[in-house]
């Protein structure tokens, strides 16, 4: 394309600010070329449900994810959420009904244009998932070498200007054992933003993390989604963190979402589920002890 | 009635991973690479963590079980006062036999419980998720170079193995029992031909890694990603290795040399 050329040009001078210029007029153009969509809603989950096992993780559940927004999926500990990125991402497919993102149906997706929605989306999974035979640097340099032409000047640039954001420039040399929980999980998300996607997936990202770490997370989170108009959808059962960022949330419990709205919508929340999770009772809706027997009986039992 | 069940059951679970086993195979090898440059460093990376490393544990190998074979050879072939054939023994047993079939199970043990546990610990850690989730495929980008990398370095490995242990069964038989140097290497030149001997070595080592190679990385593939899942898929791969290249051994030599 004419244009691209043109930027590559202003590339040759090898000054950096032309270097930076050029880079993201790439970006822009390539969005400018492949997007069109102007569409509220992101994610689109209509009638989905999803067994493994034998067991029911979904039951007809609909939500939606706006555009640009943080999303906050919350829920107890296994109800789902990672299957739900997994199910956006298009790593399982649904028993039933749809997921639509960014108007690409995934189930119905030719592997091709499920590779293609990938590349607009960026995951930090919960164990940060560092390739662990590479270092900081190629970690994050991967997805550049793997779709743009850029060159190693180029790609160096970028790379860099992704760990500044996440203030681990300094340790771009590292390799992913020597670092930190935290460390790993921002080096991550460094990778997961190297492209510019239109939507990150985090998941768990505060969990074991210690009050610093989580800090310095909420933050970049937010950052990252006022600053580029990231879709952000984050799964997570740590309360404060989540609402405190949160545009909209989605509390799911038993297959099923429960409630859908703002965090102060979930907060001002009588419904007995609800209360139970964010006050973390023991006992309530989400019974404390796993289905059983009765006790007297169990014990009573002889053979 | 239970027993008849179970027995199609595992009947059916047995055809049924042959089959996506061989898909997995088939999609790892003929999906080409988009980087051409990218695929041979990591094709050379394996070649050296597969094959460069396995070197030691074969050259050992190889000079051991040729010193022995010299040493038996010679105790048995001197009672017939036709000690000087031990080079013709040797040769023989090494490159139609002992080389591909040692040099398989050693590198099964080796390099194939090797490629297991680090594909398992991949999937462990949802590196092979985030390579999925980055829109590349894990099947050319992880498993590819593996299979490409144990495939070539294999039949070197087992012609390397032979020439160790002819050389140290040389060693042996002529430096120290005192066979004629001149005997030796003409009872191997005279016997040892090379499309009948070394070539159906070869092929037999060959169709050895490819069965080694493949259950290797398959296990690791579609292990349970936990530390107990990962251990069995690692003992299957060694257990599933031997007993294939031992079955496939038999098949392949009353194929090349049961012309009887």
Not at chain 1, 61 to 70: E, F, R
Not at chain 1, 112 to 139: I, T, Y
Not at chain 1, 194 to 201: N, T, Y
Not at chain 1, 257 to 281: A, C, K, M, W, Y
Request: aromatic share 10%; proline share 3%.
């Amino acid at each position: 394309m004419w244009f691209i050329e043109g930027f590559q040009d202003l590339h040759e001078r090898n000054e950096f600010s032309w270097r930076i210029f050029y880079y993201y007029a790439v970006l822009v153009s390539i969005r400018f070329c492949y997007r069109e969509s102007s569409v509220e809603v992101y994610i689109d989950v209509k009638n989905l449900s999803f067994s493994r096992g034998g067991r029911a993780i979904y039951d007809d559940v609909t939500l939606q994810i706006p555009k640009g927004k943080i999303t906050a999926v919350m829920g107890p500990s296994g109800v789902g959420k990672t299957t739900l990125l997994r199910l956006i991402g298009g790593q399982v497919m649904p028993n039933s009904g749809t997921v639509t993102v960014d108007g690409v149906n995934i189930a119905q997706a030719s592997r091709k244009e499920l590779f293609e929605a990938r590349r607009r989306m960026g995951m930090l999974f919960q164990s940060g998932a560092l390739f662990s035979d590479m270092s900081v640097f190629e970690n994050v340099a991967l997805p550049l070498q793997e779709y743009t032409d850029f060159d190693k000047t180029m790609i160096r640039d970028i790379v860099l200007m992704k760990l500044q954001s996440v203030g681990l420039r300094g340790a771009a040399h590292l390799m992913p054992s020597e670092l930190s929980g935290g460390m790993a999980r921002r080096a991550a998300l460094a990778r997961a933003i190297a492209l510019d996607p239109d939507l990150v997936m985090y998941d768990e990202p505060f969990a074991g993390q210690d009050p610093i770490s989580k800090g310095v997370l909420v933050e970049l989170i937010q950052r990252l989604n006022r600053a580029a108009n990231i879709t952000s959808v984050l799964v997570s059962h740590d309360v404060e963190e989540s609402l405190s960022i949160a545009d909209h949330v989605c509390l799911l419990s038993g297959g099923k979402v429960i409630l859908s709205g703002t965090p102060e919508e979930v907060r001002s929340s009588t419904d007995e589920r609800v209360v139970q999770f964010l006050q973390g009772h023991a006992d309530g809706p989400v019974a404390f002890h796993y289905p059983a027997p009765e006790y007297r009986e169990q014990l009573l039992e002889r053979n | 009635m239970g027993l008849v069940k179970n027995l199609f059951a595992g009947v059916y679970g047995f055809i049924e991973s042959l089959g996506q086993s061989g898909i997995f195979l088939f999609q790892s090898l003929f999906r080409l690479p988009i980087r051409w440059g990218e695929a041979i460093r990591l094709y050379v990376r394996q070649v050296y963590s597969v094959g460069v490393l396995s070197l030691i544990i074969i050259i050992v190998s190889g000079a051991f079980i040729g010193m022995v074979l010299a040493l038996q050879g010679y105790s048995i072939l001197t009672s017939y006062g036709s000690e000087s054939a031990v080079g013709q023994l040797l040769a023989l047993t090494l490159l139609r036999e002992l080389g591909p079939v040692v040099t398989g199970l050693l590198f099964a043990g080796r390099a194939g419980s090797a490629l297991t546990a680090e594909i398992g610990l991949m999937k462990a850690t949802e590196q092979l998720s985030s390579y999925e989730m980055m829109g590349i495929d894990p099947l050319r980008r992880v498993i590819a170079p593996r299979l490409l990398a144990g495939i070539t370095c294999m039949p070197i490995l087992a012609l390397i193995f032979s020439a160790v242990g002819i050389w140290a069964g040389m060693m042996v038989s002529v430096n120290w029992l005192g066979v004629y140097e001149g005997s030796f290497w003409a009872s191997m030149q005279q016997s040892v031909f090379f499309d009948t001997d070394i070539m159906n070595g070869i092929i037999k080592s060959f169709v050895f890694a490819i069965a080694v190679v493949w259950i290797a990385v398959y296990q690791g593939y579609v292990c349970q990603p936990t530390s107990e899942g990962i251990g069995r898929a690692t003992t299957r791969t060694v257990v599933m290795g031997s007993l294939a290249i031992l079955g496939l051994d038999f098949l392949l030599t009353a194929a090349m040399f049961g012309d009887f």
